[in-house]
Structure formats: structure tokens, C-alpha cells
């Protein structure tokens, strides 16, 4: 049995077809790509999963529970994550609360524990505490969590968006182009990043513009096009399929004209 | 003396309003229009019982608060599908509503003519018709709501909801019920609002829908952006200049059928400088969305 299945999936807008008759399935503790030109239906396959989109037709099952119909906050429990295109990190809580926020609780959350004020939920949010400062230092910015998150760099956002989403603790991470607008030392420790979280034993998915960083670190490409996959293999038999550099770059030129 | 005392009462229920509703607004962030809709609630519910049924008024504090806070709970749900703007104009619509069926449904509320003769609180036989002693009331009342509502807001509960004001999919995307916790805070936020309309009503010992206008839910909303949205502090400054300022008129000896137009306008003045000058509010970090 599969770690994580799609199957069948299709989702519609306004007669639009988004995702096609989508199938594919993660093994786990892999890093995996998915790429395809701009609207080809990536970042609608995140929403889909996730739960921020309803599947039109479907399915979606990890450790063969089917998720696809929860809300997005079940899913999230269910152990899958995801970041963000454009960032969304709370601009005015600092950072260690944007990692608290995403810490389970077992009881603080409650609203009594809150009226009370519990010895345990004042127990829970000091081990949380500790718990939200290991995750930021793991991506180096430990030095930053009283900052607020609007008070940031675009690419510590991106970082810390990352510590947050190892917060949550999901078995499965999807990253929505982990590192758009990030510097040249930046995408080096992003992609040293995403290796430690497989080393940790996280499946990741990510969906990625920049090809350096696909054939660096991906084990397997999956590429989308107009809302289906129309190839799936390793780095260096994508790099080769003829179909996957026509949808992607376009058709090679006759070499003859 | 009796006069200052009297403002005095009259500045804690509106700190208890402000206090409420800045949950919803300041901390949560829901732009809620229909404030005075759920004090409508708590003052005719604790007053009807009192009045036909001869509950004591401290028995019909809570349940006028329970009402209320039910009440919270049925306008949450639009509110799960609306936003900004749109929730804003759903909640003045249920303002709207409920100010509209206290005036007109005349076999209960008696309409217009409003319900005179409410019993004042009373502990032990001895009845709070001192103004100090309902001073002293409104006080303790206006701790606790305080008291509570920082808790509330300064612990993981309350790093939800401000998660929620700050970035609502995102807060989904880390596990959070957004949905449940709308309702509660809107539900929270009633309850208080339903108390002071309950010790409104037992305060004045006469009440008529020309109290709960939607006039009256823009003045709370605008203490709680005056005073600054997120800040519990905020709240009692907000709601205290914004009560004690326009009494200062009638020292300056204005006949009242100016000073009551002045009132208005002095609000929209102020509204206008601070929006200019300081959008956060006195003591508010964050601006009005």
C-alpha cells in the first residue's frame, strides 16, 4: 500500500479543467518535484490535497485513510503540511508565536484552560516553548524570535515559514516553490534544508521553477501539463523525454533549418 | 456628586461593551456592526424575567447573558462565509433585526413605550438603588470582564484568534478549526455585551429600543478603535473619553438640543484626526482593517 495516493482526481473551474483525471502516488521518505509550465495546474493540486479546494471527482488517501473532502485544519492533523507560494507568515506576531501556532496542544487550546489558566496549559506552552526554538534552530534563526514576522527578509520568511510547517509535524510536506525569490546562498540552505528534513524521514513534494534545483535535489520528477502527468521518472530520464521538453520549452528546432 | 457617580456607571457597561467586542474586532479581527444588538438581548431577556416572572435580576443577569451569547452564536454562522465588508454589512442587518423586533413585537417588549419599573439588583434584601453601591457593582463587573478577556486573549486560545485576524488560511493550514473558533469568540464576545445590557437595564430600571440603536453599535465599535484595537487598556480609555468628553459640553452651558448634535459631531471629528494622526488607535498596535 501506497504511503500517499491520488487517484482519479479532477477539479473543474467554471468548465475550466484544472486537474485531469489525476493519479500518482508518493513513496515515502522521497523528495519528489512537480514541475510543468506556468498554469499548468500545480499549485491547484496543493489547494486540492490540502483540502482548500474541493475535488470536483476523486480521491486522496494517506496511510489509505482517505482525506479528500476534509476541511483543511483535519487534513493539516492528519500529518499533511504545506507552505505557501507567497509567503503566509502572521505579520504581526512574532516568530516564535507563528511556531507556536502551529504546536499541538492537548488541552491549552481550550478555551476553559484559557479562563482558568491551567497549570497544564501554562505547562503545555513552556514545553512548546522549547519545542518551537529547537525547530528554529534548525533552519538558523533562533536569534530571530522575538521578531516580528513583518520585520523579517523575504528569504528568513521563507525559512521560517519551513520551521513553522515543522511545527505542525507532518509526515508529508508539500512546498510551493520553497525557493522563489531566494538569493544564491539562500537557495544553498534551502536545498540543504529539504535534504535534512528526508535524512528526518519527512516525504516531501515540491513544486519548483528553478531546474538547478530540481535535478539537484529531486529523486523523481512528476510533470503536470494542462492538469495531467505526462511524465514521471528520475532527473535524468525526464531530462531526456522528448514530450515533457516540448510542453516545457517548446519544440526543438529542425537542426536541418 | 450624584451627577459624576452616574458617569461613572454609565463609562463601565460601555468599558464592558468595548472590552467585548474588541475580542471580536480587535483580537480576532471580525469587522462585527451589530454590537448593541447583543446588550438589546441581555437587557430585555434579564428585565422580561424580572418583570413578568419576578426573577431576581441576578439570576436574570446570566441568563439575559446566555441569551445573548446564543444569540452570538446564530450570527457567527453567516459570518463563517462572509468576510470583511460583507460580514461587517451581515451584522448590521442583525442589528437591524433585532432593534426592529423590539420595537414592534408590542405584546413583549411593549414597542416604543418600553418597559418601565425594572427591579434594581438587591443582596440579601438590601436593594442597590445607592448609586454608590451600583458603583461599586459596575466595577467589580467591569474586572472580571477584564480580567477574563486578558486570559482569554494571552494564551494559546487567544494566539489562535489573533492567528485568525492575521492570516485565516493559513492558521487552517496549521491544524486550527477557524470555523470553531469564529463561533466561540462571537459567542464570548456576546455574553459580555448581554451583562452590561443586563446591568443597563437594572441601572436605569427603564428600558426602550432607542437604546440599542445601530447609532449605539458605531459608538461601540468606535471606542474600540479609538482606544485601540487589541488593547484591553485601549478599551477603557476608548470607552471613557468617548463617554466622559461629550458630558464636558454641558459645562460649557449648551442648551441640549445643541449639545446632542454636538455629541455626533465631536465623535466624527475625533474619528477623523485619529485616523489621520494615529490609525491604530491611543493604545493600539494594530490598524483598522
Redesign the interface.
Request: proline share 6%; no cysteine; charged share 30%.
Given at each position: 500500500m501506497a504511503f500517499f495516493e491520488v487517484k482519479n482526481l479532477s477539479k473543474d473551474f467554471d468548465g475550466v479543467r484544472a486537474i485531469d483525471d489525476l493519479s500518482f502516488e508518493l513513496n515515502k521518505g522521497q523528495i519528489t518535484a512537480l514541475i510543468g509550465p506556468n498554469g499548468a495546474g500545480k499549485t491547484t493540486v496543493f489547494n486540492v490535497i490540502?483540502g482548500?479546494l474541493r475535488p470536483g471527482r476523486g480521491d486522496v488517501r494517506i496511510n489509505s485513510r482517505r482525506i479528500s473532502g476534509l476541511?483543511?485544519?483535519?487534513i493539516?492533523?492528519m500529518g499533511i503540511?504545506?507552505t505557501?507560494q507567497n509567503i503566509?507568515?502572521?505579520?504581526?506576531?512574532t516568530v516564535l508565536?507563528n511556531l507556536?501556532?502551529?504546536l499541538?496542544?492537548d488541552t491549552?487550546?481550550?478555551?476553559t484552560?484559557?479562563?482558568l489558566?491551567t497549570k497544564r496549559?501554562i505547562r503545555?506552552?513552556a514545553e512548546?516553548k522549547s519545542i518551537a526554538i529547537d525547530h528554529l534552530k534548525k533552519v538558523g534563526l533562533e536569534h530571530k524570535q522575538d521578531a516580528l514576522?513583518q520585520e523579517l527578509s523575504h528569504g528568513q520568511r521563507r525559512l521560517v515559514e519551513i520551521a513553522?510547517l515543522l511545527?505542525?509535524n507532518p509526515q508529508l510536506l508539500l512546498l510551493d516553490e520553497p525557493t522563489a525569490g531566494l538569493f544564491p546562498e539562500m537557495v544553498t540552505e534551502m536545498k540543504r534544508l529539504i535534504k535534512q528534513l528526508k535524512e528526518e524521514g519527512k516525504t516531501i513534494l515540491f513544486i519548483e521553477h528553478d531546474m538547478k534545483v530540481v535535478m539537484d535535489i529531486a529523486e523523481r520528477i512528476l510533470v503536470l501539463n494542462y492538469g495531467k502527468i505526462i511524465a514521471d521518472g528520475s532527473p535524468s530520464e525526464i531530462q531526456n523525454n522528448d514530450e515533457v521538453i516540448t510542453a516545457y520549452l517548446g519544440r526543438r528546432r529542425s537542426v536541418a533549418s | 456628586m450624584e451627577y459624576l457617580l452616574h458617569i461613572l456607571v454609565i463609562a463601565g457597561i460601555y468599558i464592558i461593551l468595548t472590552l467585548s467586542l474588541n475580542l471580536i474586532l480587535g483580537y480576532t479581527g471580525l469587522p462585527a456592526l451589530g454590537h448593541a444588538a447583543f446588550s438589546c438581548v441581555g437587557a430585555y431577556v434579564s428585565a422580561l424575567l424580572a418583570l413578568n416572572y419576578g426573577i431576581s435580576p441576578w439570576i436574570g443577569l446570566l441568563i439575559g447573558a446566555i441569551a445573548a451569547s446564543l444569540m452570538g452564536g446564530v450570527i457567527a454562522f453567516p459570518s463563517l462565509r462572509l468576510k470583511g465588508d460583507y460580514l461587517a454589512l451581515a451584522t448590521f442587518g442583525f442589528a437591524v433585526i433585532v432593534y426592529s423586533i423590539a420595537k414592534n413585537w408590542v405584546a413583549v417588549t411593549r414597542g416604543p413605550l418600553g418597559l418601565p419599573g425594572i427591579p434594581t439588583f438587591s443582596i440579601g434584601g438590601f436593594q442597590l438603588s445607592s448609586i454608590w453601591s451600583y458603583l461599586i457593582l459596575v466595577a467589580l463587573l467591569v474586572a472580571l470582564t477584564a480580567f477574563?478577556l486578558n486570559?482569554?486573549a494571552n494564551?494559546?486560545?487567544?494566539?489562535?484568534l489573533?492567528?485568525i485576524r492575521?492570516?485565516e488560511?493559513?492558521?487552517?493550514?496549521?491544524?486550527?478549526?477557524?470555523?470553531r473558533h469564529k463561533v466561540?469568540v462571537f459567542m464570548?464576545g456576546a455574553f459580555f455585551a448581554g451583562i452590561a445590557g443586563s446591568l443597563y437595564a437594572h441601572y436605569i430600571t427603564f428600558i426602550d429600543p432607542s437604546s440599542f440603536t445601530i447609532m449605539e453599535s458605531i459608538t461601540i465599535l468606535l471606542m474600540v478603535v479609538f482606544g485601540g484595537m487589541g488593547s484591553i487598556k485601549g478599551s477603557f480609555v476608548g470607552a471613557a473619553i468617548l463617554v466622559i468628553l461629550p458630558e464636558m459640553l454641558r459645562f460649557l452651558g449648551m442648551p441640549s438640543s445643541i449639545a446632542a448634535p454636538m455629541r455626533q459631531m465631536i465623535y466624527g471629528l475625533l474619528l477623523l484626526l485619529l485616523m489621520l494622526k494615529r490609525p491604530q488607535g491611543i493604545l493600539g498596535?494594530?490598524r483598522f482593517r
Open positions: 490540502t482548500f476541511p483543511p485544519y483535519k493539516a492533523r503540511g504545506r505557501f503566509r507568515l502572521f505579520p504581526k506576531l508565536e507556536m501556532l502551529a499541538k496542544y491549552g487550546e481550550r478555551l484552560s484559557a479562563l489558566r496549559m503545555e506552552d512548546n514576522g513553522r511545527a505542525l | 477574563l486570559r482569554v494564551s494559546p486560545f487567544g494566539r489562535i489573533k492567528g492575521e492570516d488560511i493559513a492558521t487552517e493550514s496549521l491544524g486550527k478549526n477557524v470555523n466561540l464570548i498596535r494594530y
